[in-house]
């Protein structure tokens, strides 16, 4: 069973590299201009500002003329030039857009990983990409503080909400997705028996994790990370009763029992794995698995796991860090 989060020791150059985050120093997308030879990745917005941080410390402990780790923000700019001397290309906003931009790069290394929020999808390319595990995540429903959207919802009324069409939307409670190539729409709908195609047009498109279209509207709802909700003036991160779900759906929840945002009991979250995505082809090569592999800075450092507890995911199981598994 996967531990639950616990108090992690927050080293010096740790909180360094959070305060640096916080103070918007660092992340500058990505803060510098990539080398060549640099480690560049694009995608999920649920990882990003982990990404960052973790960036941000690696580089710190890896002086020129090292590679250094770049991530490049799932939003910002229409377009990026990933690396010095590449040719520009359209900023991929979310797990899947990144995952088709490694794609579409090739052999060429302008773009070395992609950030994940979602297992293997079902493009066969993908088979030719491993999702190295780095951390875990609970994803739950984002309310307003003061909400006409109870504070616990089952699965099976998710599953209602969410799959409504008009004129049969439910006039009190106003359900955003995030947009389409995100990894927590995918995972989302699948947590709660749903596919694109079964996926109600009540709900409205919105940037993943933009917190802006819940909050202060008393009757939206929206997928959200506890991760990237904690601590959010006016958000509620809601708790998920599974109890009643659709009929074959597997039971997906763990407890959160450091509660975010004021709750005052435990809250269940969908859990779901964090991954950076690379090829097949460079997973074992020392430049990518000294980073991202299962004896890799990521998975060993304390520095990197004080980074990744201290913008409350929790760490990857040790026996899954670094590896291909869900």
């Known amino acids: 069973m996967r531990s639950i989060l616990g108090k992690a020791a927050v080293t010096l150059g740790a909180a360094a590299a959070v305060i640096g985050l916080a103070a918007g120093n ?19 917005d649920t990882s990003q500002d ?47 857009a990144g995952i088709t931009a490694l794609i579409a790069d090739g052999n060429a290394h302008t773009i070395d990983f992609a950030r994940s929020s979602r297992w293997v999808g079902s493009n066969p390319a993908e088979a030719n990409y491993r999702f190295l595990q780095f951390a ?31 004129p049969n ?39 993943e994790h933009d917190a802006s279209v819940v909050v202060g509207n008393p009757n939206a709802i929206a997928p959200f990370s506890v991760a990237r909700g904690w601590g ?3 958000l509620r991160l809601g708790n998920v009763d599974d109890s009643q779900r659709p009929a074959g759906l597997p039971a997906n929840l763990i407890a959160q029992d450091t509660p975010p945002n004021g709750s005052v009991a435990t ?35 304390e520095d990197a796991q004080a980074i990744i507890t201290g913008q409350h995911f929790r760490l990857a199981d040790p026996f899954d860090c670094g590896l291909h598994v869900k």
């Open 26 to 44: 660092a992340v500058a997308d990505p803060g510098f201009a990539p080398l060549t030879g640099d480690i560049v990745g694009v995608g999920s």
């Open 50 to 96: 982990v990404l960052d941080g973790l960036a941000a410390q690696y580089n710190s402990e890896n002086g020129r003329p090292a590679d250094w780790l770049a991530s490049w923000k799932a939003t910002g700019s229409a377009t990026i030039t990933p690396k010095s001397g590449a040719a520009a290309i359209t900023r991929p906003n979310g797990s899947s």
């Open 136 to 166: 875990r995540d609970g994803l739950t429903f984002a309310t307003a503080a003061t909400s006409n959207v109870p504070a616990t919802r089952t699965t099976a009324q998710l599953n209602d909400i969410y799959k409504r069409s008009t």
């Open 169 to 207: 939307c439910v006039p009190l409670v106003k359900p955003y997705i995030p947009q389409a190539g995100s990894g927590t729409r995918q995972f989302f709908l699948a947590s709660i028996g749903l596919t694109e195609s079964t996926l109600g047009n009540c709900a409205t498109t919105s940037q």
């Open 232 to 234: 959010v003036t006016g």
């Open 267 to 301: 809250v269940n979250v969908y859990d779901r794995g964090l991954y950076n995505v690379v090829r097949n082809s460079d997973a074992t090569l020392p430049k990518y698995d000294n980073v991202f592999g299962p004896n890799g800075w990521i998975c060993n450092d």
